[in-house]
Each structure stands twice: as C-alpha cells, then as structure tokens.
C-alpha cells in the first residue's frame, strides 16, 4: 500500500519553532514528529511513503533518511508550494503513483483504524473518502456533514457559528488514481479542501466516522497537547519509559539538582541547573538552563540558552539558539526569534 504525506507547509502558526525545523519533523516527545505517523502507517500495511516536500526540504530527507522501518520512503519537492492537493498532482505526474493510495496531513497524530477506512472506501465504491473525527469545537476545522449512507454532503472549511455536524476533516484520505488525473490540474496550487472536495460532492465523495485518537499538532497549544498525551500513554507509541513524574530525558542530559516535571520532554544533551524547574515544557536537544530558573508550559527550541535566575513564563515559544539573560524573563505567550536575545 501506498501513501503520500504532505510536508511542506510552513507551518506558520508554529513559528518561530518552524523557522529551523520542518513542522512534519520536529521533534515530538523526542522524536522526530513523522516517525509516529510512519510507525502508524506501517501498522496499518502501507510500505512505501511519498513524502511531498517544500519549504526546508532537505530537514526532512536528512532526518528520515531514504528507508524507515522497512518503509520505502521516497520525496517529492515542490519547486514552489503547490498546496495540499497540487503536490499529488506532480507525484502523479512524476509516475509515481499505484491505483489507489492514502494521502495525509503531515501534522497529525492519530491511532485511528486506517485499515478499517480502506475497507469502507473499498466498500462503498468511493472515488474519494475521507476520514472525519469528531470534535468538540468545530471552528478551526473543515465539518463534513455526511446523508445516512455516508456521502458527503457538504464541506464547510473553517467556518464559525453552529455547525450541522462535529464530524470533521480529519486530514487522512484514501483517493483513486482517476481523482487525481480528472480533478486535480496540473502546475499550479491546488487546495483539497477548498476546489477538490467540494467539487466532489455528488461524484463519489464519501465519510468514513474515524474513532480513537486524533490532534493535529500545528498550533502550539496543541503540540504540548499531544506531548502531555504522548507521555502519558495515550496514543500507544514506542516511546521509552516515562520517569516517576511522567517525563522524558533525553541521552547526555545533566539535570543534577534540577526539578524536572510534571509532563516535561529533555532532548538530547541538554543541561538544567541546581534549584532549576522545568513544568510541562519541552526543551529540544542541546538547550542549556543555568541555575535557579523557572521554564513553564513553554517549548525551547535547540541549543536556547537560559541564564541564571531567568523566567519563562507559560505559552512561550523560544527559537532555536536564542539566548535569555540572567533573570531575564519570557512573558507569557511570548515569541522569541531564532538567535534572538531577551534581556
Ligand atoms: P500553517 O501555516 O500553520 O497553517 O501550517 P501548514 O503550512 O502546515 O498548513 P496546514 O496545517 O494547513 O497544512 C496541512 C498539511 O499540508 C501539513 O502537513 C503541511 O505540511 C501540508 N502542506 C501545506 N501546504 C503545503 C504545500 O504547499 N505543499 C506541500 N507539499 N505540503 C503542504
């Protein structure tokens, strides 16, 4: 079986974090965020992965390399972004693509049963189906409301006020061949969500109600979401073992003195000072923190420096090699700049 996982968004609402790494593989619980997707996928039959890239291209080929896990993985780059649905136009247009494949969102972490989404597509003799995960607060999402049979009916994206359903587009499709060739055109951006799907409707566009874990990590409050869930077991993944408060210390990490979680993620080779907390936060590799400090509910990108006494307050985003004075402070919500320095 085939996929195709879209990865070359910017990522825009995850910056400054995505100014360096590639959303689809920052590191999530310490691992590059694609190597969930690509162990579920696997579980799921699928042996070769076409990864469409774009913006910083190379950060995901040197990251994942050319084979995971017995997952052929092949890349596709977009001279310039051509949307969601553009790039699988050029996979096809490269030759690449078998009679019927998965096409993903490279941003979300899921336990949902895509076998069982191949054999409803395969049931209902769909052109298209797409899986649709309920929510709780629709606004941000495409709703998908479906008739009794599970032919969609509409594709609302993204719109606010009551909405006729909470099932919504859960960024995971299973498409013909056919789809791709008639409806989407050739050299120039293409967006699924917004020209293909609605232009499905009535032609074999059909729902499939997904269960079972679902977030889409592209918003920061969302990615410490998944983080939170991720150490706590829920969705199942190959993580190592959690420590006694639920956190992850990553090789070479020096924490001797420091009070580390609840809920908290060390990347590689990363050092916290004595009398140092560091509460449901995510430090990626190489971050040092200096003695005496407080960092929480914030992610620090790789290789932040953090002087003695600092604060950083909940929701920051610190970018990668920024450096925090000595008591200085990162308010609450704050975005600091890759290399950037806080007094
Ligand atoms: P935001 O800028 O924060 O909205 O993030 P994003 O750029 O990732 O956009 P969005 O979350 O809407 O994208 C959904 C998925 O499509 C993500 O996995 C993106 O990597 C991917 N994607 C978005 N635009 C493009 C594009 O132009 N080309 C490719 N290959 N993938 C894209």
Same mark, same amino acid.
């Given at each position: 079986m085939q996929a195709l996982v879209?990865?070359?968004? *910017?990522g825009t609402r995850l910056r400054p974090l995505t100014r360096t790494v590639p959303k689809p593989v920052m590191p999530l619980a310490g691992r590059p965020f694609l190597t969930f997707m690509l162990d579920w996928l696997r579980g799921h039959g699928v042996d070769e992965v076409i990864l469409s890239c774009g913006f910083l291209s190379d950060g995901v080929h040197r990251v994942l390399?050319?084979?995971y896990q017995g997952v052929r993985l092949r890349y596709v780059t977009e001279p310039e972004p051509l949307g969601t649905a553009g790039p699988v136009r050029l996979a096809l247009d490269e030759g690449l693509l078998e009679e019927r494949l998965l096409v993903l969102n490279g941003d979300v972490l899921t336990d949902m049963d895509l076998s069982a989404e191949l054999d409803a597509h395969r049931r209902a003799g769909a052109s298209a189906t797409l899986a649709l995960t309920a929510v *709780?607060?629709?606004?941000s999402y495409g709703v998908v409301p479906t008739d009794e049979r599970g032919w969609v009916e509409a594709f609302l994206e993204k719109s606010p006020g009551p909405a006729p359903t909470n099932r919504i587009n859960a960024g995971a499709y299973v498409l013909q061949r056919s789809v791709v060739e008639d409806i989407i055109p050739a050299g120039r951006p293409v967006s699924f969500e917004r020209e293909v799907f609605p232009s499905l409707i009535g032609h074999g566009l059909h729902g499939w109600p997904a269960e079972g874990y679902w977030v889409d990590i592209g918003t920061p409050e969302r990615y410490l979401e998944a983080t939170y869930d991720l150490l706590s077991g829920r969705p199942k993944s190959a993580l190592p073992p959690r420590d006694e408060t639920g956190s992850l210390i990553g090789a070479g990490c020096l924490t001797a003195g420091a009070h580390i979680g609840p809920q908290s993620v060390l990347g590689a080779h990363c050092s916290v000072g004595s009398d140092s907390a560091v509460e449901r936060s995510v430090l990626h590799d190489g971050v040092v923190v200096g003695a005496d400090c407080e960092i929480r509910e914030s992610v620090l990108a790789e290789r932040v420096q953090v002087g003695q006494g600092a604060r950083v307050e909940p929701g920051a985003l610190v970018g990668a090699n920024a450096r925090v004075a000595p008591r200085g402070l990162v308010e609450a919500g704050a975005r600091v700049e890759p290399g950037e320095k806080v007094g």
């Open positions: 879209l990865a070359g968004g *910017e390399g050319d084979i *709780e607060d629709t606004s």
